[in-house]
C-alpha cells in the first residue's frame, strides 16, 4: 500500500462502486459499509464485500474515511448537498466520485464543510463481478482520470496505486471533454459494432460475430497504434460505385442502419480528404451521394428507390 490503510464506505453499490470497493479492501483497506437499495446491489454487495453491512447513505458516510460515491451522474449533486445537509459529511473526510463528466464543483457543497474533495473516474466498462477485480490492473493498469487540488494529489494517485490502475490528470474545465471522448468511443463503439452484426445477419450470416471478430480486432489495434494511417475501404479507395451500392442495399434490408452509415461515412471521408489520401473531386461525388441517400430516405419526404446513381 502507498499509504496507511483507511476506512471506506460506498454509496450506490452498483457495478463500479462494489468492484472499487472490493478492490480496495483487498490492498488492506476497510470498507465499513456500504449503501445500495435495489436487489442487483445487495447481491454485489453480498459476492463482493461480504461481511460488509447494507447501511443508509448517512450512515455510511458518517462511518468511513474514504467516501466513494458512485451514484449516476445526474442524481450525484442531490447526493452530496443531501449528505452535506443531514450533517453525514465531516471535516477532514475524503469525498471521492467516479463520474467522468463531474469534476470538483458538484462536490463543492462537501468542500464547504470541510471534506477533502476528488474526483476519480475509472475509464473502464464494468461488469459488477469480480471478473473486473483482474481487469483494474491488466495491461498496465485502467486509466483513471482524476481531479483534485494540490492537498489532495497524493490521497488520489494512492487509491488509484492501490486500484492496480494509472493516473491521468484532467483539468476542472475539461472533464466533461474527457467523459465525451471515452463514451464516444465506447458506447457509440458498441451500437456500431450491433448494427454491423445486424447487417451481416440480414446478408446471411449465421455467426456474425465471429466473422467480425478478426476484423474489428484488427482495425482497433491498428486505429489505436496508427490513427488515420490505419483508414482502409471504399471511401478511402474513392470507389463511389461501392458506396452508392452500400446505400442502396442498407435501405433496401436494414434502413434503420442507414443514418449512422451516412454520418460515419461523411466523418471518414472528411479525415481521407484532409490527409490527402482521396483527390476531392472522387471525395465531392461520395458526398454527394451521402446527401442523397439522407434526403431520399424512407422518412426523409421522399423514396430511396428512385435515388439516381451519380
Not at 5 to 21: I, K, Q, S, T
Not at 121 to 135: I, N, Q, Y
Not at 216 to 236: E, F, S
Request: net charge negative; glycine share 12%; hydrophobic share 50%.
Amino acid at each position: 500500500m502507498t499509504h496507511r490503510p483507511l476506512g471506506v464506505g460506498v454509496v450506490g453499490a452498483g457495478r463500479v462502486g462494489a468492484v472499487l470497493a472490493a478492490a480496495l479492501r483487498s490492498a488492506g483497506h476497510r470498507v465499513v459499509a456500504a449503501a445500495g437499495e435495489s436487489d442487483a446491489s445487495r447481491a454485489r454487495i453480498a459476492e463482493l464485500l461480504p461481511g460488509v453491512p447494507n447501511e443508509k447513505p448517512s450512515a455510511v458516510a458518517r462511518a468511513c474515511d474514504v467516501l466513494l460515491l458512485t451514484v449516476p451522474d445526474d442524481m450525484l449533486g442531490n447526493v452530496v448537498s443531501m449528505l452535506a445537509a443531514s450533517g453525514a459529511l465531516h471535516e477532514g473526510q475524503y469525498v471521492v466520485h467516479t463520474s467522468g463528466r463531474h469534476g470538483l464543483a458538484v462536490l463543492e457543497p462537501a468542500r464547504a464543510v470541510g471534506a477533502r474533495v476528488v474526483a476519480m473516474h475509472p475509464a473502464m466498462t464494468f461488469t459488477g463481478t469480480g471478473v473486473d477485480l483482474g481487469r483494474l490492473a491488466a495491461d498496465g493498469g485502467c486509466v483513471f482520470g482524476l481531479t483534485a487540488g494540490p492537498a489532495e494529489r497524493e490521497l488520489a494517485e494512492g487509491l488509484v496505486a492501490d486500484l492496480g490502475g494509472r493516473p491521468m490528470w484532467v483539468p476542472e474545465e475539461m472533464r466533461t471533454l474527457y467523459h465525451a471522448g471515452l463514451a464516444h468511443g465506447a458506447n457509440h463503439l458498441v451500437t456500431l459494432v450491433t448494427e454491423a452484426m445486424e447487417m451481416l445477419a440480414a446478408a446471411g450470416a449465421d455467426d456474425p460475430a465471429g466473422t467480425l471478430r478478426p476484423l474489428l480486432t484488427a482495425a482497433l489495434d491498428n486505429a489505436l497504434a496508427h490513427g488515420d494511417a490505419a483508414l482502409t475501404g471504399p471511401i478511402v479507395r474513392g470507389d463511389v460505385g461501392t458506396v452508392s451500392a452500400h446505400l442502396d442495399d442498407l435501405v433496401a434490408n436494414a434502413p434503420h442502419t442507414l443514418p449512422s452509415y451516412v454520418a460515419l461515412a461523411r466523418a471518414t471521408l472528411g479525415r481521407a480528404v484532409t490527409d490527402g489520401r482521396l483527390l476531392p473531386i472522387r471525395a465531392m461525388k461520395i458526398h454527394e451521394l451521402l446527401e442523397s441517400a439522407v434526403a431520399e430516405a424512407p422518412g426523409a419526404g421522399a423514396t430511396a428507390s428512385g435515388r439516381a446513381r451519380r
